[in-house]
Every structure is written in structure tokens, then in C-alpha cells.
């Protein structure tokens, strides 16, 4: 069963910072790509960043130059630090991986960035 486990979420201010943490199994971390997507309310989920198993990202144009996405082979392990927030990063950020074609979920995280 593929497990993805999320933190790093919370509470920051305008400008402020996170770095978000996504862990699953080694096999899964080492054989699939994964990504960040996040939901605001009221809005579609969206894809925030993504990498692949050859380590190439990919970053929403809205979050480029602010946020980064970066992986641990140690941890099994994906971050998403988050540079400058602003109020619209506000939401529920999600883990995502696809295994033999089928989507994986984590249970989310949610970023609340106040003004």
C-alpha cells in the first residue's frame, strides 16, 4: 500500500516561510515521481511543483523564484520550501505520487498565510 505522510504546514505571516515535508517508502520515493499540489477554498486543486525520478522539477509559474522543491534520499523524503509567502498560497497543500499509473493522495497540509 503506498503510503504518503505530509508536515510542515501551519499558521505565517505575509512574507514569512515553510518548508513542507512529504515521506513515503523507499521504493516508492526511489521508482515514482511526485509533486505538491494545493487546494484553496472554493478553487481546484493545482499542481504546485513537481519532480521526477531523474530529479528534474518543474514549478508553477505563480510560485517560481519563491518556492523550491527538493528531495532526500536518506529521509525518502520530498520538501517544498516556501520563500515570501503571500495571502493567495494560502490552502491545503497536498503529496502526490503515481504508482503503475494510479494516483496516490496524502492527507494534506494546511498553509494559512495572513496579511
Known amino acids: 500500500q503506498v503510503q504518503l505522510v505530509e508536515s510542515g504546514g501551519g499558521v505565517v505571516q505575509v512574507g514569512g516561510s515553510l518548508t513542507l515535508t512529504c515521506s513515503t517508502s523507499?521504493?516508492?520515493?526511489?521508482?515514482?515521481?511526485m509533486a505538491w499540489h494545493r487546494q484553496a477554498p472554493g478553487k481546484q486543486r493545482e499542481l504546485v511543483a513537481d519532480i521526477s525520478t531523474g530529479g528534474f522539477t518543474d514549478i508553477r509559474d505563480s510560485v517560481k523564484g519563491r518556492f523550491t522543491i527538493s528531495r532526500d534520499f536518506a529521509k525518502n523524503s520530498i520538501y517544498l520550501k516556501m520563500n515570501d509567502l503571500k495571502v493567495e498560497d494560502s490552502g491545503v497543500y497536498y503529496c502526490l505520487t503515481v504508482v503503475h499509473g494510479q494516483d496516490y493522495w496524502g492527507q494534506g497540509t494546511q498553509v494559512t498565510v495572513s496579511a
Open positions: 523507499e521504493n516508492v520515493f526511489r521508482t515514482s515521481p
